[in-house]
């Protein structure tokens, strides 16, 4: 299986600090990288798919990069709602496998 | 607006078949693949498998022997069984869409908000 590696595990900012969250993958998978917000009590939301492209209706404070083993979420300004847990999770092979999660925390 | 909802029994006894069904509405199932995900503290987020409209399955190869995966189109719902369960298969289960864009990018771009199981006796 390909293992998936986030970090840092958890951070704290603030409103309108740009923040970014790293992904690795244990092999390479090209661009078969999708990223996935998630809140308490919510249904996950897919952000970005093929490690660049925004999903409809995503804030394009959102930027999805890299390629190989790779990848970073990067929100430029974060806002409020922005607050939650985020997760990487490869389509390379299948079984499809997630990272850790990384969980953005209020400063 | 397409909408997935879980729903299982929320407690399933050690050795049972644990039995889940997804209902989609606001599209049909045909046309996209359908996940099952699981949460649980010990081992985060575990993608468990897929099931094609069609009926063609792919599952993680460590729960293969467990799982059995269905989709009535007349009922527009997809099913999830998985047999023996114990402990370990505590988890809030989530189904969600598969789709495919981009030269064959795959994504999960609609997700249930999960439904809890815990197995107990």
């Known amino acids: 299986d390909i293992q998936m590696t986030q970090s840092p595990s958890s951070l704290a900012a603030s409103v309108g600090d740009r923040v970014t969250l790293t992904c690795r993958a244990s092999q390479p998978i090209q661009t078969y990288l999708n990223w996935y917000q998630w809140k308490p009590g919510q249904a996950p939301k897919l952000l970005v798919y093929a490690a660049t492209s925004l999903q409809g209706g995503v804030p394009s404070r959102f930027r999805g990069s890299g390629s190989g083993t790779d990848f970073t979420l990067t929100i430029s300004s974060l806002q409020p709602e922005d607050f939650a847990t985020y997760y990487c999770q490869q389509a390379n092979s299948p079984p499809l496998t997630f990272g850790g999660g990384t969980k953005v925390e209020i400063k | 607006q397409v909408h997935l909802q879980e729903s299982g029994p929320g407690l399933a006894r050690p050795s049972e078949t644990l039995s889940l069904t997804c209902t989609v509405s606001?599209?049909?199932?045909?046309?996209?693949?359908w996940n099952w995900i699981r949460q649980s503290p010990g081992k985060g987020l575990e993608w468990m498998g897929y099931?094609?409209?069609?009926?063609?399955?792919t599952y993680n190869p460590s729960l293969r022997s467990r799982l059995t995966m269905s989709v009535d189109r007349s009922m527009n719902q997809v099913s999830l069984k998985v047999n023996s369960v114990t402990a370990a298969d505590t988890a809030v289960y989530f189904c969600?869409?598969?789709?495919?864009?981009?030269?064959?990018?795959?994504?999960?771009?609609?997700w249930g908000i999960g439904t809890t199981v815990t197995v107990s006796s």
């Open positions: 969600a869409r598969g789709n495919r864009a981009n030269f064959n990018h795959y994504f999960m771009d609609v």
């Open positions: 099931i094609y409209y069609s009926g063609r399955g």
């Open positions: 606001g599209d049909s199932v045909n046309g996209y693949y």
